[in-house]
Nanobody, 120 residues
Framework: QVQLVESGGGLVQPGGSLRLSCTAS????????MGWYRQAPGKERELVAR???????NYADSVKGRYTISRNNVRSTVYLQMTSLKPEDTAVYYC??????????????WGQGTQVTVSS
């Protein structure tokens, strides 16, 4: 089992920046990848960015060139630097850890979510 604690959300004006952090605890050696998802009102949860333990990264097309994900394996922490924020980036952002359990099965662990609001 892995626990995830997020921080860094808030209110920002269009064009502004925010940095989200997520720290994992528990069975961190079983984490294969960490990432960020978001869910806007009335929409499905979607992948924003993901980084594997060996550093392979992928982004949603909508955030490429504006968001940067990074990971500190020693601290079991993943960061999401968001720049050039737009009102359509407004959502609850969730940290995710893909954990390989004792049977070899992948299980998703989620943080509690942090609100990001982009508005003037």
């Amino acid at each position: 089992q892995v626990q995830l604690v997020e921080s860094g959300g808030g209110l920002v004006q269009p064009g502004g920046s925010l940095r989200l952090s997520c720290t994992a605890s528990g069975s961190v050696n079983s984490i294969a990848a960490m990432g960020w998802y978001r869910q806007a009102p009335g929409k499905e949860r979607e992948l924003v960015a993901r980084v594997t333990r060996v550093g392979r990264i992928n982004y949603a097309d909508s955030v490429k060139g504006r968001y940067t994900i990074s990971r500190n394996n020693v601290r079991s922490t993943v960061y999401l630097q968001m720049t050039s924020l737009k009102p359509e980036d407004t959502a609850v952002y969730y940290c995710n850890a893909e954990v390989i359990n004792s049977t070899g099965r992948q299980v998703n662990n989620w943080g509690q979510g942090t609100q990001v609001t982009v508005s003037s």
